[in-house]
C-alpha cells in the first residue's frame, strides 16, 4: 500500500506539471460533459451505456464546440471511458488530456507534445520521426498506400509495427487517407500522428477536419462498419457537425495521462499509477 501511496503522489505532481505547462502558455482549461448523447462512431471502440445517454470516451466533440464557439486554446483533464478494455495498458475508466489550438497543425500540436515531454520527463530524449509509410515498408513488408488492407493494417501494427519501433519517443507521422478519422487529407495522407515511448502509445493528434458534409460522411460510414462489426449504433451529433465549419482550422490531441504517469514514475502497469485500484 505504501507503494501506491508514493505512485499517488508522484501523480499528483505530475498532473500539477501538465496544468502549468499548459496555463503558462495561455490555455485555458475547460470541462465538458462527461455523460453525453451521441459519440463519436468509431470501430472498436465502445462508449458504455448510461441512462439515456452514454459515457465519453472521448471530450473531442464537445471541445470542438467550444472552438466553434470561439475559445481558441482550451484544454481538460478529465475521465473518459471504454467498455472492454483492461490490462497493463488499459483499464474501462482512465484520464485523458485533450486539448486543441485554433489555426494550428499537426506540426504545431507535435512542438507542444515534446515540449510537454520535456516538462514531465526531463531525460526523455527529443521524439524521433518516422511515417506510417516507411515503418510498414521496412517492418511489415508492404505499403498501405498500394494494397489497403484495415484488417492487415491493424493486425501488422500490433504485432509488428509498435514492436519494433525504437527506445525512447517516437511520432509515427502522416497515416493513410482510410485511417484519417478526424484528421484532415492532405492529398492522399492523413495529417495525424501518434506518440509512443517505450512503446507505449501515449497520444493521438489530427489536424482536424473541418468540413461538416465530408465529417458527416466518415462519420455514415464509420456507423455502417460498426454495423457490420455488430456493434452498438450511436445517433449522429448533428450540433457538432452544424458546428464544425466555423472552426476554420484546428488541430487537438488526446493524450493518455495514466499512460504518462506511468511512464514518468517508471511504472509498467497502469494501474500502479491510478486511484481506486
Same mark, same amino acid.
Given at each position: 500500500?505504501?507503494? %501506491?501511496?508514493?505512485?499517488?503522489?508522484?501523480?499528483?505532481?505530475?498532473?500539477? +506539471?501538465?496544468?502549468a505547462f499548459f496555463d503558462a502558455r495561455g490555455f485555458t482549461e475547460?470541462?465538458?460533459?462527461?455523460?453525453?448523447?451521441?459519440?463519436? &462512431?468509431?470501430?472498436?471502440?465502445?462508449? &458504455?451505456?448510461? *441512462? =439515456?445517454?452514454?459515457?465519453?470516451? !472521448?471530450?473531442?466533440?464537445?471541445? =470542438?464546440? %467550444?472552438?466553434?464557439a470561439g475559445m481558441d486554446r482550451i484544454y481538460q483533464i478529465g475521465?473518459?471511458?471504454?467498455?472492454?478494455?483492461?490490462?497493463?495498458?488499459?483499464?474501462?475508466?482512465?484520464?485523458?488530456?485533450?486539448?486543441?489550438? #485554433?489555426?494550428?497543425?499537426? %506540426?504545431?500540436?507535435?512542438?507542444?507534445?515534446? !515540449?510537454?515531454?520535456?516538462?514531465?520527463?526531463? *531525460?526523455?530524449?527529443?521524439?524521433?520521426?518516422?511515417?506510417?509509410?516507411?515503418?510498414?515498408?521496412?517492418? +511489415?513488408?508492404?505499403?498501405?498506400? %498500394?494494397?489497403?488492407?484495415?484488417?492487415?493494417?491493424?493486425?501488422?501494427?500490433?504485432?509488428?509495427?509498435?514492436?519494433?519501433?525504437? =527506445?525512447?519517443?517516437?511520432?509515427?507521422?502522416?497515416? &493513410? =487517407?482510410?485511417?484519417?478519422?478526424?484528421?484532415?487529407?492532405? *492529398?492522399?495522407?492523413?495529417?495525424?500522428?501518434?506518440?509512443?515511448?517505450?512503446?507505449?502509445?501515449?497520444?493521438?493528434?489530427?489536424?482536424?477536419?473541418?468540413?461538416?458534409?465530408?465529417?458527416?460522411?466518415?462519420?455514415?460510414?464509420?456507423?455502417?462498419?460498426?454495423?457490420?462489426? *455488430?456493434? !452498438?449504433?450511436?445517433?449522429?451529433?448533428?450540433?457538432?457537425?452544424?458546428?464544425?465549419?466555423?472552426?476554420?482550422?484546428?488541430?487537438?490531441?488526446?493524450?493518455?495521462?495514466?499512460?504518462?504517469?506511468? #511512464?514518468?514514475?517508471g511504472e509498467d502497469d497502469i494501474h500502479s499509477a491510478m486511484c481506486?485500484?
Open positions: 500500500m505504501s507503494g %501506491l501511496v508514493e505512485n499517488l503522489r508522484r501523480r499528483a505532481e505530475v498532473v500539477r +506539471a501538465v496544468r475547460v470541462s465538458t460533459p462527461v455523460l453525453i448523447s451521441a459519440p463519436a &462512431p468509431e470501430p472498436h471502440i465502445d462508449c &458504455p451505456p448510461c *441512462g =439515456k445517454g452514454f459515457l465519453r470516451a !472521448s471530450p473531442e466533440l464537445q471541445m =470542438k464546440k %467550444l472552438l466553434a475521465p473518459c471511458f471504454r467498455d472492454g478494455e483492461l490490462g497493463a495498458r488499459h483499464n474501462p475508466e482512465f484520464t485523458m488530456i485533450e486539448w486543441y489550438r #485554433l489555426g494550428a497543425t499537426y %506540426l504545431d500540436i507535435a512542438a507542444d507534445a515534446e !515540449s510537454l515531454l520535456h516538462e514531465v520527463m526531463p *531525460g526523455c530524449a527529443a521524439p524521433s520521426r518516422i511515417t506510417v509509410r516507411e515503418a510498414y515498408l521496412k517492418w +511489415a513488408g508492404w505499403d498501405p498506400w %498500394l494494397e489497403w488492407d484495415q484488417d492487415r493494417f491493424d493486425f501488422d501494427m500490433a504485432s509488428k509495427i509498435e514492436p519494433s519501433l525504437p =527506445k525512447g519517443a517516437v511520432f509515427l507521422m502522416d497515416y &493513410p =487517407k482510410e485511417a484519417a478519422s478526424l484528421a484532415l487529407l492532405r *492529398g492522399d495522407v492523413a495529417e495525424r500522428w501518434e506518440l509512443y515511448v517505450d512503446g507505449v502509445e501515449l497520444a493521438n493528434c489530427f489536424t482536424e477536419l473541418c468540413d461538416g458534409a465530408e465529417q458527416r460522411r466518415r462519420f455514415l460510414a464509420a456507423k455502417e462498419e460498426r454495423r457490420l462489426l *455488430g456493434e !452498438s449504433d450511436y445517433p449522429l451529433d448533428d450540433e457538432f457537425l452544424e458546428l464544425l465549419p466555423l472552426v476554420g482550422s484546428a488541430s487537438g490531441v488526446a493524450l493518455g495521462v495514466d499512460r504518462l504517469v506511468a #511512464l514518468a514514475i481506486g485500484v
